[in-house]
């Protein structure tokens, strides 16, 4: 770490500057404060890290790539390198996680399973975990949700779990996460959440981000392979709540030399009220337990965001990129839904890698900014699009 | 003195009843917070509608939608609310979640709190620690009392901690759920009742979660100086409207 960079992972009061922090009923605050008391201690233990990595390695399939996609970065003329998450056992990054959380909840004798899920990803992730361990699985996720990524609710039912469908607001991510924190609150003893991204009270997002952070470890000494450096000049990242984000940047985040670039979904545009562009369209305050740039009313209600990627459609960040965003450290960058869904398509044809919609939001970056020819940049492929089909030919009239 | 901490000396058990301002009908703020006076109810929590009720179960969280739909906001409920101390004397308590008070600005919110006459303020997601830590000078500045949560899970420490911060009373959740989840009591919660009692805590306590008529709100007040109705009251107005509050405080006093 430089000397004079300030310090951009989470403080010992829980807090990323003036974000983070445990904004949770009482009744959640026996739980939540097991796990702060736990989660670094368990974590440091030998058996642990061993169960974890083993499982990455022969499970999850880890080291993911990472792959110099030649002919993208022929096209944009710079050296773009693709993290391949996509790889990753169920698809996506999120399995990184959801492995952490699983072992985690085991050493605190938890043996109830909720998460919430958005694109289905981390539902499937959760519900995945949770047959490999013979646990209990019960998924929230909007009824919205659930019409747009039906493979993915069919897994998670193959898989042994229960979906519930978040009935209330707008019926998307943001509310299948409130119905997941109820049933935390009904469920205050046996019962461990597994929140899918860097969000919710502290310790949940520097431990989503410690799971994730083996992504950012692998890029450094795979980029090293690679280009005889570790350190690229740009790392990229789609965030809907951060977790791939987190995990790309982690060991990053006190290389001055290394630039981040978060990038957000615009949906129809960030002036539409059609979009989840929360570092414009944000402000402080409170959401599912932490204090984060949000989309929120004048008088501080909760705004629906609207991506046309599930996993996107969320109207925080996680506190450690509001973080990220207020010092400046990380440059927001915003896709709208037709220029994500153009560079997905875009991957296909030129590397034959069919993008989850989320991670195209990320790839699209490079028809907004120049990168010069002998930049490296390495972006964090986070999932595939398997799930998206249905959107895909919607969209394209496939 | 506070009105809250007056009313708390009465020789008698408390009947508190929440209801959502803005619901069913945005006006309907004023006339149900003279009504229940009128009948009988002790103290007034004045829900704030929110988006995001993360503690609420089904019935409030609807009242608090349709309250926003009607246009219920920050601004507006302060504005029904500028004349209550002309034909109201109880204490009235605002309940609503933190991210509207913080968008509002705490000490303004608190400021207009006094101005207008109220006494309380329970704010489900507001923790003790940073309540203690950041906003305890303010609340005490504007003469407001915070009430904070106890649950059968609360550790005896931890509930000493919460008393050591309270100045009125502590309200003690019944069981460990989102509010409207669970009807009546069992064993354990008049276990738990009884263990909270015999801490001899310096806040006489008032329990809610679970009390929905005479028979629980006798039982409960066995145990404690009051007890808090909310879903029940909530579920009555929208089934009989606004006008037939008398049945309802009758049916649970009687
Ligand atoms: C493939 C993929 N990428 C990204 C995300 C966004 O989540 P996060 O910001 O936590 O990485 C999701 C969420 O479902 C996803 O499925």
Redesign the pocket.
């Known amino acids: 770490m430089t000397k004079n960079m300030k310090n951009y992972n989470v403080n010992e009061k829980g807090y990323y500057g003036e974000f983070g922090g445990a904004y949770i009923p009482e009744m959640l605050y026996p739980n939540v404060e097991e796990l702060r008391q736990n989660y670094l201690k368990v974590m440091a233990e030998p058996e642990f890290q061993k169960e974890f990595d083993q499982l990455l390695k022969d499970y999850v399939g880890r080291p993911s790539p990472l792959y110099f996609a030649k002919h993208l970065s022929e096209k944009y003329n710079t050296k773009i390198y693709l993290k391949r ?2 790889l990753n056992h169920t ?4 399995i990184n996680n959801t492995i952490g959380q699983i072992l985690m909840a085991k050493r605190l004798g938890k043996h109830r399973i909720i998460a919430e ?6 539902g499937v992730a959760t519900a995945t975990v949770c047959a490999l361990m013979g646990l209990e699985c019960i998924v929230y996720m909007g009824e919205i949700d659930i019409k747009r990524q039906a493979p993915n609710v069919a897994r998670m039912k193959m898989l042994g779990a229960t979906v519930i469908p978040a009935l209330s607001g707008s019926r998307t ?1 943001k509310d299948a996460t409130n119905e997941a924190i109820r049933d935390w609150i009904n469920n205050p003893v046996n019962t461990h959440y597994i929140i ?4 919710g009270p502290h310790p949940y997002p520097d431990m ?1 981000t410690k799971f ?1 952070s083996v992504i950012s470890e692998e890029i450094k000494w795979q980029l090293k392979e690679h280009e005889g450096r570790e350190n690229p000049d740009y790392i990229v ?11 790309t940047y982690y060991h990053y985040l006190h290389e001055e030399d290394v630039n981040i670039i978060a990038v957000e979904a615009a949906g129809l545009g960030i002036d539409s009220g059609e979009s989840a562009a929360t570092s414009v369209l944000g402000k402080a305050g409170i959401i599912h337990g932490c204090k984060t740039l949000l989309m929120q009313t004048n008088d501080g209600q909760i705004t629906e965001p609207y991506s046309i ?4 459609d ?1 109207p925080g ?2 506190p450690m990129h509001a973080h990220l965003c207020k010092t400046g450290r990380a440059e927001f960058m915003a896709i709208t839904d037709d220029e994500a869904m153009k560079s997905g398509l875009e991957l296909c044809k030129l590397e034959g890698i069919i ?5 195209a939001h990320a790839l699209a970056i490079f028809e907004q900014k120049i990168f010069k020819p002998d930049d490296v940049v390495v972006v ?1 492929l ?3 699009g398997d ?1 998206d089909l249905n959107t895909y030919i919607n969209y394209f009239n496939l | 003195m506070n009105r809250i901490n007056q009313k708390l000396k009465e020789d008698k058990k408390l009947l508190s009843i929440y209801f959502t301002a803005g619901y069913p009908n945005i006006n309907d703020t004023v006339s149900i917070i003279q009504d229940l006076e009128k009948n009988g109810v002790d103290i007034i929590e004045i829900g704030l509608p929110f988006s995001d009720p993360l503690a609420d179960g089904p019935t409030i969280q609807a009242s608090s939608t349709l309250a926003l739909k009607n246009g219920m906001t920050t601004e507006v409920l302060f504005d029904q609310l500028k004349n209550i101390r002309k034909s109201v004397n109880i204490p009235l308590i605002i309940m609503g979640y933190f991210n509207p008070m913080f968008q509002y600005g705490v000490e303004a919110f608190c400021k207009k709190c006094q101005e207008i006459g109220i006494d309380g303020l329970i704010i489900p997601d507001l923790p003790v620690d940073v309540y203690h830590e950041k906003y305890q000078t303010i609340f005490e500045k504007y003469g407001l009392i915070n009430v904070f949560l106890i649950t059968p899970q609360t550790s005896d420490e931890r509930i000493r901690y919460i008393d050591s911060i309270s100045n009125g009373f502590i309200y003690m959740v019944s069981s460990a759920s989102t509010t409207g989840a669970k009807v009546g009591f069992g064993e354990e919660q008049t276990q738990y009742f009884e263990r909270i009692g015999n801490m001899n805590l310096n806040n006489p306590q008032i329990v809610g979660f679970g009390i929905s008529n005479n028979q629980t709100f006798t039982q409960a007040t066995q145990y404690a100086k009051g007890a808090i109705i909310g879903s029940a009251f909530v579920k009555h107005v929208t089934n009989e409207g606004a006008n037939s509050i008398d049945n309802f405080v009758n049916s649970i006093l009687n």
């Open positions: 998450e996509d698809g996506a990054h999120k899920t958005g694109a289905g990803q981390h991510l899918g991204s860097a969000i989503v994730q990242a789609c965030i809907g709540g951060g977790s791939n984000a987190a995990g990627s599930a996993g996107l969320y960040v996680g993008p989850a919609i989320e991670s964090s986070s999932g595939r799930k």
